[in-house]
Nanobody, 120 residues
Framework: QVQLVESGGGLVRPGGSLRLSCAASGSIFSIVAMGWYRQAPGKQRELVAS???????NYGDSVKGRFTISRDNAKNTVYLQMNSLKPEDTAVYYCNADLWARVAGRGDYWGQGTQVTVSS
């Protein structure tokens, strides 16, 4: 059983910052990549940022230069530092992991989501 637990969401004013964390736990053999997606009301889920085990990053166009993804391999944890937040960043943010579980093999896992609201 693999679990992704997110934390760090909340309410912030435009121009402010937040840091999201996502810890993967359970029967994990290795992690291929971890990342963040978001979904605003009435919109499709979209990629925010991803980070492979090799260190390659990919960012959505709307967050480039403002958000930074990083990881702590020892803790199987990925972080999303969000700066210069805008109202249009308001969404539920989901952690995603592409990983090899010891029994189930390779799979795609999702966290429960954390709300980020940017409003004055």
């Amino acid at each position: 059983q693999v679990q992704l637990v997110e934390s760090g969401g909340g309410l912030v004013r435009p121009g402010g910052s937040l840091r999201l964390s996502c810890a993967a736990s359970g029967s994990i053999f290795s992690i291929v990549a971890m990342g963040w997606y978001r979904q605003a009301p009435g919109k499709q889920r979209e990629l925010v940022a991803s980070l492979t085990s090799g260190g390659s990053t990919n960012y959505g166009d709307s967050v480039k230069g403002r958000f930074t993804i990083s990881r702590d391999n020892a803790k199987n944890t990925v972080y999303l530092q969000m700066n210069s937040l805008k109202p249009e960043d308001t969404a539920v943010y989901y952690c995603n992991a592409d990983l090899w579980a010891r029994v189930a093999g390779r799979g795609d896992y999702w966290g429960q989501g954390t709300q980020v609201t940017v409003s004055s």
